[in-house]
């Protein structure tokens, strides 16, 4: 095993809270890191004194080691520095016919590729010496994808060799109208794409220096997967991107569906924990630490779950966090329990409560008591799970619908009541006029139970069965229109108008009577 990152990398048995040196470590080694990519991508002379600056920063017992680390690093860098050195003009050419060579491309596949690394089409830049960059046009890097040399479906890639005596490199695509890294005005580090792919020539040169922790999963196959698990959640972590939408094959490189499985697990748990810590304002740059220093899933689970900020008794702002992941996707809900376990809190039924009060009076989005009650079906049941009592959301619904519907409390209450078919092609709106005219109509008057919803709403107060009194014509005049048009009225047999006629007639004495 390599003594290389091992910090503090020892998981505490209390979860609760991490211990204040580890938490530093961690923020600090976040901060640490992505501020190295910032230096060694951005243009600019007297890097050294940057980065002595940035160890300076560090906690003193981690410094040493990581001076270490950017020893590796350098001499790593000043080797790959040395072999492009060799193909002044022609860096772009060289490169990627390193990987063309080592794929076993054919003297004419090779050729042919080759030919369309023209200047014009892909540039060169290294803002430190060892950092090679190649951007290559919109259309060669679509060319690149065809010809199976790049990754389909990406924006850049990097290249890397296990052994020395070959270059490590970026591709990154340039795309229209964008100015390209050669301009003096463009600051490389600023390319999410790009940071996320020289983390992984970082990672390559720290790994084949023997700086980096060797997995040590129970298989082979699985200490393989975890090793790139690992430095995938890392990139992630620093270009920002919401892991939960990255396929899994991307970052274990397998499609072992028992490792799928523990990684899958992982990967939730560590987003979960991101989201958490995010809803708390935490700069996420301080899970970079068990990402890169841990051994296995276990570990790494246990890492993040540590480093998640949640009050001993949940707060409604982490609960509130908690629901939103809940909506985004059910499954994570066991993700959420599992970490609230392992930080050994817990959360009220109050607490729950206000969160459910909250998102049901704020009714984003919501247009009629469906969606409402969709939604309060929804937080009842994340209550449910979370704290095992059962919410009284009958009461949560009538506090909500007082200010949303035009009805008394007591006539709420006999509108949820109503058959479920009914209630949920009501409207959420508070003006009695507007109300009866999206909700009382000749389409669905034909239904009994429909029939005496109309009645009871119509009746619910004086000021309803004036508007509602007020507003039959007009809507028998609305719907009859609608339903001629809807059966072709003017263009009917006889017969067939009759009967259109006749229902018609039927539907508006419905209305009359109500």
């Avoid at 939960?244 to 072992?256: G, H, K, P, R, S």
């Avoid at 989201?275 to 301080?286: F, M, N, W, Y």
């Avoid at 009842?380 to 009805?407: N, W, Y």
Wanted: with cysteine.
């Amino acid at each position: 095993m390599s003594d290389g990152l091992k910090g503090n990398a020892e998981i505490s048995t209390n979860l609760a809270e991490p211990n204040p040196s580890k938490l530093e470590l961690a923020q600090a080694s976040g901060r640490f890191y992505n501020s190295l990519l910032d230096v060694y991508l951005s243009r600019g002379n007297d890097k050294q004194t940057q980065i002595d600056s940035l160890v300076n920063d560090l906690p003193l017992h981690a410094r040493e080691l990581y001076q270490k680390g950017l020893k590796t690093f350098d001499i790593e860098l000043q080797e790959n520095h040395e072999l492009i050195a060799q193909h002044p003009e022609e860096e772009a050419k060289y490169l990627i016919g390193c990987v063309l060579v080592s794929d076993s491309r054919d003297k004419a596949q090779v050729d042919e590729i080759l030919s369309h690394i023209t200047p014009d089409q892909a540039i060169f830049v290294e803002p430190t010496e060892g950092v090679g960059i190649i951007q290559v046009e919109h259309e060669l890097y679509d060319y690149l994808v065809q010809a199976e040399v790049v990754t389909g479906h990406s924006e850049a890639i990097h290249f890397g060799s296990v052994a020395k005596g070959q270059p490590d490199f970026v591709i990154v695509r340039r795309h229209r109208n964008n100015a390209a890294l050669s301009d003096e005005s463009v600051d490389p580090s600023k390319n999410t794409s790009l940071r996320h792919e020289f983390h992984h020539l970082i990672w390559n040169f720290l790994q084949r220096g023997k700086f980096l922790r060797e997995p040590q999963e129970a298989t082979l196959e699985l200490s393989m997967a975890f090793g790139n698990f690992r430095n995938e959640l890392a990139a992630y972590i620093i270009d920002g991107r919401n892991i939960m939408e990255v396929d899994l094959d991307a970052m274990v490189y397998t499609d072992n569906r028992d490792i799928h499985k523990i990684a899958g697990s992982s990967k939730a748990s560590a987003y979960v924990c991101m989201e958490l810590a995010r809803s708390k304002g935490v700069d996420l740059s301080q899970f970079l630490y068990p990402a890169m220093t841990s051994k296995g899933f276990e570990e790494l689970n246990r890492g993040m779950v540590e480093l998640t900020p949640i009050d001993e008794q949940v707060s409604v702002e982490s609960a509130s966090a908690m629901y939103d992941l809940y909506g985004k996707k059910n499954a994570l809900l066991e993700n959420i329990k599992a970490i609230l376990r392992d930080k050994n809190v817990t959360i009220s039924s109050e607490t729950v409560r206000e969160v459910a009060m909250t998102r049901l009076s704020m009714a984003e989005g919501n247009t009629t008591m469906r969606d409402m009650q969709s939604r309060a079906d929804d937080l009842a049941r994340f209550g449910q799970e979370l704290t095992g009592v059962a919410l009284p959301m009958d009461d949560l619904l009538i506090q909500t619908l007082s200010g949303k519907l035009p009805f008394s409390e007591q006539a709420i209450v006999e509108i949820l009541k109503l058959p479920r078919k009914v209630r949920d092609s009501m409207p959420l709106v508070n003006d009695p006029t507007t109300f009866i005219r999206s909700f009382v109509s000749m389409w669905q008057v034909d239904d009994e139970d429909f029939r005496a919803s109309y009645s009871q709403i119509a009746d619910s107060s004086p000021e309803m069965r004036s508007v509602f009194d007020g507003l039959k014509a007009e809507l028998i005049a609305r719907d009859a229109n609608m339903i001629r048009g809807e059966y072709a009225y003017d263009n009917a047999y006889e017969p067939k108008k009759a009967k259109i006629d006749g229902d018609i007639q039927r539907k508006s004495d419905y209305i009359r009577s109500l």
